[in-house]
């Protein structure tokens, strides 16, 4: 089977792995730009996380011209609504699924796999992780949106997994009002979700990232 090309840090290097994230990048970046948080998370040692960043194929991306860039799906159009190609937004759920799968293979258990995504790569996760059919960790999303709400099939065994989603309130690229939706829609359907915001654009900040390797450490508790 042929999987998305990754990088992989582990948190805890010498100590055997008992977990896995998957990480999921944004438009036009690639599996590099978050593996230099893994250090910062400042995780206990006793916590040995596989951490794994995909990178997304590059394909044409309307809204920038046709050029070619790492994307996990077209955006056809930067309105609020974000019109996408849902297809291929279908297609990087399921090269998720074969990564979740893999991990699975390699010996950790469904439970103990987080998946986690910023900006398109959390609108990957949710559609993601609300459709795989064993039981995960948790859902972490960063400035994103749900952008399969109107067509997905939600699996019950991940219903309730836990969900953080975070969201700088000057984000000018996915407005906060698309995070506040994606809460209401999972808080709709039975969702274990907490909404928080960070005064910041489309990016991370300090504060966030101890909130994060905090949701980690509970998670995988």
């Not at 044409?60 to 056809?76: C, E, K, Q, R, S």
């Not at 159009?77 to 297809?87: G, V």
């Not at 960790?137 to 065994?157: E, K, M, N, P, R």
């Not at 709709?188 to 960070?198: H, I, L, P, Q, S």
């Amino acid at each position: 089977m042929g999987y998305l090309p990754c990088v992989e840090v582990e948190s805890s290097p010498g100590v055997p792995v008992t977990a896995s994230v998957i990480w999921l990048h944004g438009l036009g970046a690639d599996g590099h730009d978050f593996a230099p948080l893994v250090p910062e998370l400042q995780l206990p040692g006793s916590l040995s996380i596989r951490f794994i960043f995909p990178h997304a194929p590059q394909i044409p991306v309307t809204v920038n011209g046709g050029y070619f860039m790492p994307a996990w799906y077209d955006i056809l159009e930067m309105n609020l609504e974000r019109k996408i190609d849902e297809a291929q937004l279908l297609a990087s759920a399921k090269a998720v699924h074969d990564l979740i799968q893999r991990e699975i293979e390699r010996g950790i258990a469904s439970e103990r796999i987080i998946l986690a995504g910023f900006s398109q790569g959390g609108a990957v996760v949710y559609q993601a992780g609300y459709t795989f059919d064993k039981k995960l960790a948790g859902f972490l999303v960063l400035s994103s949106y749900f952008a399969t709400h109107s067509s997905i099939q939600i699996d019950d065994v991940n219903k309730t997994t836990p969900l953080l989603i975070q969201h700088g309130t000057r984000d000018p690229v996915v407005s906060p009002l698309l995070g506040e939706r994606a809460f209401q829609f999972t808080q709709g359907f039975g969702a274990d979700v907490n909404y928080e915001t960070y005064a910041m654009e489309h990016t991370l900040c300090g504060e966030q990232v101890i909130s994060i390797s905090r949701w980690l450490q509970e998670c995988l508790a």
